[in-house]
């Protein structure tokens, strides 16, 4: 199983990046995927989460109303479209997929949760 995480870039704040993760060796399905982002420094942070299996999506209450999770069941593809970015977003963004359980939505926030995680992409919002 891989996950390919894409998309990372240097972004004026303000503006828009859309972030990808390809999955090889399993389908998003009904699984639970995970976004995940890590700042130098700091502890790796929960940006947001989608149980496929209910068809409901989740996101911290720092970037709730400007990033959104969607997929492409044909291309077995999750994005994490980032719009309105700050300063402050400015990370090391990370997908991850839990497949051995159905987290409950108290579950979503921790890493442990999740079985497989891509590599990482970096996202540097700055003018």
């Known amino acids: 199983v891989q996950l390919q995480a894409s998309g990372g870039g240097l972004v004026q704040p303000g503006g828009s990046l859309r972030l990808s993760c390809a999955a090889s060796?399993?389908?998003?399905?009904?699984?639970?995927m995970g976004w995940f982002r890590q700042a130098p420094g700091k502890e790796r942070e929960y940006v947001g989460a989608a149980r496929w299996n209910i068809n409901n999506k989740y996101y911290a209450d720092s970037v709730r109303g400007r990033f959104t999770i969607s997929r492409d069941r044909d291309k077995n593809t999750v994005y994490l479209q980032m719009n309105s970015l700050k300063p402050e977003d400015t990370a090391v963004y990370y997908c991850?997929?839990?497949?051995?359980?159905?987290?409950?939505?108290?579950?979503?926030?921790?890493?442990?949760?999740?079985?497989?995680w891509g590599q990482g992409t970096q996202v540097t919002v700055s003018s």
């Open positions: 060796g399993v389908t998003f399905g009904s699984n639970t």
């Open positions: 991850a997929l839990a497949v051995s359980r159905r987290p409950i939505m108290s579950m979503l926030p921790d890493p442990g949760t999740y079985d497989y």
